[in-house]
């Protein structure tokens, strides 16, 4: 079965696996993010919090555009320090986060 054109082309360029598994794995964590934590009012976005990593800004802003895209949610990206990310999604003023930093894992 011949591929699409697109795949054929992402494969073709100087795409390595880890760039495409970190694509699906934000992916993932987007979309069960938003099934599993926000239930949220379509009157108004979804505040969708990073940290200034930047890491965080690419899976935030596909993530965003994957939201707006696929569930029609207005999206609004905020940046701010992960202490004050936690503090706004316990109290309901940030609804999504996508990223940790887990300090010791990867010995």
Do not use: C
């Amino acid at each position: 079965m011949p591929r699409p054109n697109l795949v054929n082309n992402v494969l073709s360029a100087s795409t390595s696996r880890r760039t495409l598994l970190k694509a699906g794995g934000a992916a993932a964590l987007v979309m069960s993010g938003l099934t599993t934590g926000a239930r949220a009012d379509a009157s108004r976005p979804l505040v969708y919090a990073f940290a200034a990593w930047s890491d965080a800004l690419a899976i935030t802003y596909v993530g965003a555009k994957l939201i707006e895209d696929n569930f029609g949610y207005k999206v609004h990206p905020l940046q701010a320090e992960p202490g004050v990310i936690y503090a706004s999604l316990q109290t309901g003023k940030a609804d999504l986060y996508s990223n940790a930093y887990m300090q010791g894992w990867a010995r």
